[in-house]
């Protein structure tokens, strides 16, 4: 027994030298990426609910024309659940945006959380344990790749509170490449968590009791020693995090450079939304001149906000709400269909009412380019907004 | 345009004009000790910047074309002008030191320098390399800052006609501080065309600067051991590196801007006596980015009030200080609380927040966990407030004192935006606090350098 705690102590006593405890830190988050990517599932605590592809509705949000997965049967207390975990398919989530939206018995009102920046892996965990308009019984639940007709989602998971659950999360985010995730200017790394603890959070208590290891090891060789000492451990913690950070920074570098190969050359339509954006500023700038006024018809405003700047020097009339037009030389409508175009006659029919004789210049999937020929009275019967 | 020759006129019209303009208005520090020299190459760019940035405004609002001979020539003109008065104030009245006592020599091994050197300079390099690659990407420039810039260049006029399409630029906000955008709109105006990809240049100047300015700061007054450790923590936190290879964003430029600011006063503080240059130097380039505070953004109004807080304690905690340095330094404050009272009042009447006595807890629960458990700051949050609560009693009465009241001050009128009004929403949804403390993050470095080499050198001494 002796033996034994003469021992441990000897280990114990190793540690010392932050060198080395600095590096069972080091060995210790290494062997759980290494103990994760064996499979989350036998760690046990089921989520309390997973909609897959055979439980999973999908259907079409009407007006901005994107497509959306809802769990069918949703109907769950809020206060159960941290939050909801979104799986895509892999490779899939580069330059895209995961939208959830809920609605629940205290709230009729549909509430959203998003994922907003660079999304880079193949799945997003939605933490609403802080939200307050998570609450009440969850009856509807629904999830769009925004910006993107074509939806990847393979699997909703409703995650549970506890430790175990808290365990798995932040094992699987370690896995999966969190530690090389995406980077936004809102926040750089979110970080994984382990048993609701940030990584961040998790080396600076390491660093804690390194510094009253070093205090108490210390505490024959005097006070100056002590302190020059806990200085010494906290600068070593620094670097450890700032390593953390450096690998980080040069994996994403590396991946935008295989976007941006040239220098000085890339435009800023690049790093917008989806294909589709991208064609549509294409075909406006290939047959509107520079000259010409335009109006954009899009439910999201973001898209008209960029395209405002990527469309210039065009001019944008009108507002959002497609109040107090003026005629427009060109109108552009992307992912809008609250309106009607009788391509015979060449007429198109907002849904306001306004109407203006056209001639389609260009048609793409989910965009049309018309130029306008002249406005025409509004259809009677309909309201003016 | 695009390749190296772009990037080599792109350097050359948003870093070297700029730093042309900076050197001229700082003619008096960059002539002085070596010290010295190295605090003013560090606020080179800023000043450069601003200055252009100003001549532009003044163009503009008179309704004169912002075309690049006159902007460059009238914004080297006013750098001379300024330049010759500080000149004729300062270094013939004596007011600059011209001779140095050496700094104390490096006690690092010499591999553990290298190291530390080489780190930095990785970094400073791959900011620049990462800025001549990407264009614009984040949401706010286009939103507010680059639209208006975009437009501006390309026309060449603020556009104040309120009937005109693009009134004030035409951004989704047109009340926002005008520096940012013009600064985009010089180097386009200045290369002759707009470019996605190097309006962002400016970003990257201003990172070297502020890794230039915390290593002169921390050498003049501590060490360049210290000084080392300095520019590696700023060089490497990680949101600050983010805001300058993600440019676009008005958080970064602001966040270097209120450095000096807290750099000049603590360099003002350290002034040692006859020897030294004198504190009033310092104090004169204090003022002018204490000024240029509101022109980067909206938050630099409780900015520069924090700043106007520390000259304060120094006055009032000066017991041998001539009448005349109080004076000045009370003449300071005062201009700095007139100015920020008159742009609060503009800037509550445009954002209308609501406030309460209702505390949100769920914003302050996301604003800790901002600071404390997530990857933007290192461990920056834990230093900061763990050397202020176990050096307390030492704090109180030194210049390291004032500089971590200068940089805790804005938590108070952060804190309480985020916990008390209706704008919570942006703490709740971690939107909008990272970029609120990143805009002290920097200074916040510079304190904890600067105190824990303090305790370094008392250890030594025991």
Known sequence: MCKAAAEASRWWSLLDRPWIALAAVVLGWSCAVVFASAGPTWLGAAPLAVWDESSLGTTWK?????????????????????????????????????????????????????????????????????DPSWRGIVRQLFVAIVHDADLPVRRIVLERYGAIAALRRALREV????????????????????????????????????????????????????????????????????????????????????????????????TFGGPQFRAMVESVRAHVPPDASMAILSNDPLHVIRAKYLFYPRTLVGPLRLRNWRRPDYIVIYRYSALSYDSAKGILTLGNGRRFRVEQVDARPGMGLMRVLRGLPRQRGMKKP | MNGYGAVALGVLVAGVFPCMVGALCLAPWLAGRTGDRLVAAGLMYPAGATLISLTMLGLGLLGLPLDRRSIGALALLAAAVLGAVAW????????????????????????????????????????????????????????????RAKVWSSRQSLVLDPADPFYLGGGARTDYPPHVSLLHAWVAIGIGEWNDVLVNLPWAFYYLSAVILIYAVVRRACSSDWAMVGAVGLSGLPLFVIHATHAGY???????????????????????????????????????????????????????????????????????????????ALAAVAVTVAVAVVFALFNQALRNYVASTELHVGALRAVLLDLFAQGNWNILWFLFWGLIAVRFRSLRGSAAGRLALVVAAPFVPFLYVLCFTDAWRFAANQTADSRLFLAVAPAAVLFVVVAMAGIWRQARRR
Not at chain 1, 86 to 103: F, I, K, N, T
Not at chain 2, 307 to 313: N, S
Request: aromatic content about 8%.
């Open chain 2, 250 to 328: 008005a958080d970064g430029i602001l966040a270097v801007h209120f450095l000096a600011v807290a750099a000049l006063g603590y360099t003002a503080d350290c002034a040692r006596g006859r020897a030294d240059t004198d504190r009033v130097a310092w104090l004169v380039l204090w003022v002018g980015f204490v000024l240029s505070l509101p022109l980067v953004k909206l938050e630099g109004v409780p900015l520069m009030v924090a700043g106007a807080l520390g000259l304060a304690a120094r006055s009032s905690g000066t017991s041998g200080g001539s009448a005349k340095r109080r004076a000045t």
């Open chain 2, 88 to 147: 004729r104030a300062l270094v013939t009245g004596g007011a600059v030191a011209g001779e140095s006592p050496e700094p104390p020599p490096s006690g690092l091994p010499r591999p553990i320098a290298i190291g530390l050197g080489t780190l930095v300079a990785s970094k400073i390099v791959f900011v620049f390399f990462d800025v001549v690659r990407k264009p614009i990407e984040v949401w706010d420039a286009f939103a507010v800052w680059t639209m």
């Open chain 1, 175 to 270: 896995a999966s490449g969190e530690l090389f995730g995406g980077q936004s200017t809102v926040n750089v790394l979110h970080g994984p968590t382990l048993l609701g603890v940030s990584l961040t959070l998790w080396i600076a208590a390491t660093l804690g009791v390194l510094i009253a290891i070093e205090i108490v090891a210390a505490r024959t060789a005097g006070r100056a020693i002590r302190f020059r000492r806990v200085l010494l451990a906290l600068c070593c913690g620094w670097l450890v995090l700032d390593l953390r950070f450096s690998v980080d920074l040069a994996t994403n570098a590396a991946a935008d450079w295989l976007r941006y190969p040239t220098l000085a050359e890339a435009d800023a339509v690049a």
């Open chain 1, 62 to 130: 009407r007006d901005a024309g994107d497509r959306w997965a809802y769990a069918v049967h949703a109907g769950f207390a809020a206060a159960d659940s941290p939050g909801v975990w979104v799986d895509v398919e892999p490779g899939r989530a580069g330059e895209v945006q995961v939208q959830l939206r809920w609605r629940s018995s205290d709230d009729a009102t549909w509430q959203i959380a998003v994922v907003p920046h660079h999304l880079s892996r193949d799945h997003v965990f939605f933490d609403l344990s802080h």
